[in-house]
């Protein structure tokens, strides 16, 4: 028999729940937070406290949702790490008031690794393919870049990483030179739309193997900007979505580079995207020229699964119950955890 699990995540700024039966995704209920934005990012109590006061309406409306009731819940998974200490500890503490309160198990989940396994959450209506082991992962964030080596469901290995910023911060920050509001990623996808990507040239950074650095890119791009005000004060405005352009092209040619050369390397074809960044229209595009250049197969997940979600919380969830990797009441969260 399927089981039914509870997926809890709260490692940012996202309180969701999410119930799966099997691989096959009942609900997911995500609660942002916009008690943020006039901050211009994440404020770690302030999202603890918000979490606080969404926990108990999210799982709610995931089980009314899914049509589930808590007597039909198998087990209860939670993410443990890596995330804020104060938003992990109240869905830690929610997992674990719930599995106790109903005697069953309790699951403890890697966000990184929940990302990389979004690629097997089923709808009820439709099955996709799932990419078969081993695949490469690019997984790709606000907090996280990295190529990862899957070679089961809880099997993984980091063979690229950032050294500094990660993909995601390398947008925000450089929307944020250019004056548009935090994050800004999703608004340099927006105007790059009518920009010409060749406009500018931007260096890319010269990191051995698989490995990232966004931060010199960060720090070219503002020296630009302010020699091109000097002469013309009207610069970034006159030439947005031509920036934007450039801006995202340079970001995605640096990901796909390493990529590519992983990819050759281990002579891998099944090729995944994971994490926020993954909504970005050129890095999709890139994807795609990947699959007709290279022969890749690609995964690319749905819109509702790249950014925080609980559904891939419980589908790693799902993962370990079959494997019965269960945790006990003594479990804690962690701040930094690796895959
Ligand atoms: O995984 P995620 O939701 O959470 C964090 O790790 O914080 O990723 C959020 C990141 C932000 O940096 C955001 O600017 C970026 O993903 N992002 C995008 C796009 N949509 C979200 N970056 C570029 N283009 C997009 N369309």
Not at 10 to 39: F, R
Request: glycine share 8%.
């Amino acid at each position: 028999m399927n089981p039914i699990i509870l997926g809890i995540e709260s490692s940012c700024d996202d309180t969701s729940a999410a119930i799966i039966k099997g691989d096959t995704i009942l609900s997911n209920v995500i609660a942002g937070q916009k008690v943020h934005e006039e901050y211009g990012g994440v404020v770690p109590e302030l999202a603890s406290r918000a979490h606080q006061q969404n926990i108990i309406p999210v799982v709610h409306k995931a089980m009314k949702d899914a049509k589930v009731t808590p007597e039909e819940i198998s087990a209860v998974a939670f993410t443990r790490g890596p995330g804020l200490m104060g938003s992990l500890l109240v869905g830690t503490s929610f997992a674990k008031g719930f599995a106790l309160a109903r005697k069953i198990p309790l699951i403890e989940v890697n966000h990184l690794q929940a990302h990389v396994l979004a690629h097997f959450i089923q709808e009820s209506d439709s099955k996709h393919e799932v990419p078969e082991f081993p695949f490469l992962c690019l997984l790709v964030s606000g907090g996280n870049s990295q190529i990862v080596l899957v070679k089961d469901h809880l099997e993984m290995e980091i063979i690229g990483q950032t050294i500094d910023d990660a993909a995601g911060e390398a947008f925000d920050k450089c929307a944020k030179v250019m004056g548009l509001p935090y994050p800004g990623g999703p608004l340099i996808d927006q105007f790059s739309k009518d920009g010409n990507p060749d406009a500018f040239q931007f260096s890319k950074p010269r990191i051995a193997d698989f490995d990232y650095s966004f931060s010199g890119l960060k720090t070219s791009f503002l020296y630009f900007l302010r020699d091109h005000i000097k002469k013309e004060p009207d610069f970034i405005e006159n030439n947005k979505n031509d920036l934007c352009a450039s801006l995202q092209k340079t970001i995605v040619d640096i990901l796909m580079d390493k990529l590519i050369a992983a990819s050759k390397k281990t002579g891998i074809k099944e090729i995944a995207l994971a994490g926020g960044v993954s909504a970005n229209s050129g890095l999709r595009q890139a994807f795609v020229d990947g699959r007709e250049k290279y022969g890749w197969n690609i995964y690319i997940p749905e819109f509702s699964y790249t950014t925080d979600n609980a559904a891939m919380i419980a589908i790693t969830g799902l993962f370990k119950f079959r494997k019965q990797e269960f945790v006990g009441q003594e479990v804690a969260p962690y701040a930094r955890m690796g895959i």
